[in-house]
């Protein structure tokens, strides 16, 4: 009997050894991130912009994988049940980790309490986007068009559960709009659309539009942030366009799954800082429009988690309000 128990301690402390051993070599092989949109859309350009340079600190590379469907929640779910080694992490965003459990009834994760919250990545404002040739030419006159037409626009997301779905709710109901909701696995193919005419509008996260908006290939109306976006200083934001009711802002974050070593999430929350401190990196986000989050308290595991939190409460209460019927 004694043995038997000597055995099993003895096993279980050489079994801590080795995993504080492998925390302390962490990583000795590649690192996949898993997105859970599309290529090309925010949360995809962040997590390569990102992945690039802590590969770098790390010494091995963060490889993405887009794992796409429903609204993002198709990706996240298959990380939530990923080895908690450090080898699998996630993108997450407003929707997996914010609006997608009041949307869906059997969501299989619990944003605030199954994940490992590793760092604030990036904010990302939120626009009013429609196809270059939209016969409106600012946002009031594109709130009369959409409520009178909007029967016949086809309003491009990323599936219930995204930024796109869940702050486009809050635009139509402010505009009294009743648009076709068009879904997409991202928001990169939504912009791909628009570009080609087939999509009319979308609410759009500002780091997969700005460079089109900039090109004119498509337009914005406004920016729903209090201030003008130094990447966009000719968008008006909402509330000088005349909509202040419509001011919301969205974010991308790195999730690892829940019971990730603590070194193992430490070293990855100082590889991502390490990389937004780089000034390449912060360039390339901050000319997308993505705010870089300033350094301390906003940058570490603790402030996310409880940002997660008070996201998931505030967009329950958001959608409650607005009327939509969890899937
Ligand atoms: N911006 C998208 C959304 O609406 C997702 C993406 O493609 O990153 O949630």
Redesign the pocket.
Known sequence: MFAKFLKTALLGIAALGIGAVQAQNYPTRPITVI????A???????ARIVSEHMGKVLGQQLIVENVVGA??TTGITKAFGATPDGYTIMMG????HGAAPALYKNLKYKPASDFEPIGMAAG?PILVVARKDFPAKDLKEFVAYIKANGDKLNEG???V???????CIMFNVLAGAKPTRVP???????INDMMAGKIDY????I??VASQIQGGSIKAYAIATEARSPALPDIPTTAEAGLPEFKVS?W?ALFAPKGTPQDVVAKLNAALSTALNDPATKKRLEDLGGVVPKEGAERTSKWLGDFVAAEVKKWGEIIQAGGVVAQ
């Open positions: 997105v859970p949109f599309a090309g859309g925010p949360t995809d350009v962040i609204g993002g965003h407003m929707g997996t990302t997301q990323a599936g559960g995204s930024v796109s779905f869940s702050t997409y696995t991202g928001t990169g193919p939504v979308a609410c759009d996260q780091v997969s969205a991308n």
